[in-house]
């Protein structure tokens, strides 16, 4: 299984980004996936996750009305969609495969946010 993100990169506050994740060796349909990200100097925090079963989402309350999960189950790809930027959000942000409840098996290398002005 191998996770490739994309879209990163600065931005100015108040803007959007969109990233992405592609997926190889692993077929969209059954599990859940994540978005995950470390700002500089913290520890790691869940952002958000979708079924690639239902589309079913769950969003952090620091991204709430800002950010928004999706899939592309025919390309194999997660995506997302980041508005409102603040500089807070910067940060490098993981994609990951939820392979049972709770367990996070899969990673991305992850891509670096940041938002600055």
């Known amino acids: 299984v191998q996770l490739v993100e994309s879209g990163g990169g600065p931005v100015q506050p108040g803007g959007s980004l969109r990233l992405s994740c592609s997926a190889s060796?692993?077929?969209?349909?059954?599990?859940?996936m994540h978005w995950f990200r470390q700002a500089p100097g913290k520890g790691l925090e869940w952002v958000s996750g979708i079924s690639t079963q239902d589309g079913t989402i769950t969003s952090g309350d620091s991204v709430k009305g800002r950010f928004t999960i999706s899939r592309d189950n025919t390309k194999n790809i997660m995506y997302l969609q980041m508005n409102s930027l603040k500089s807070e959000d910067t940060a490098l942000y993981y994609c990951v495969i939820e392979g049972g409840p709770g367990h996070f098996e899969y990673w991305g290398q992850g891509i670096l946010v940041t938002v600055s002005s």
């Open positions: 060796g692993f077929t969209f349909g059954s599990n859940w």
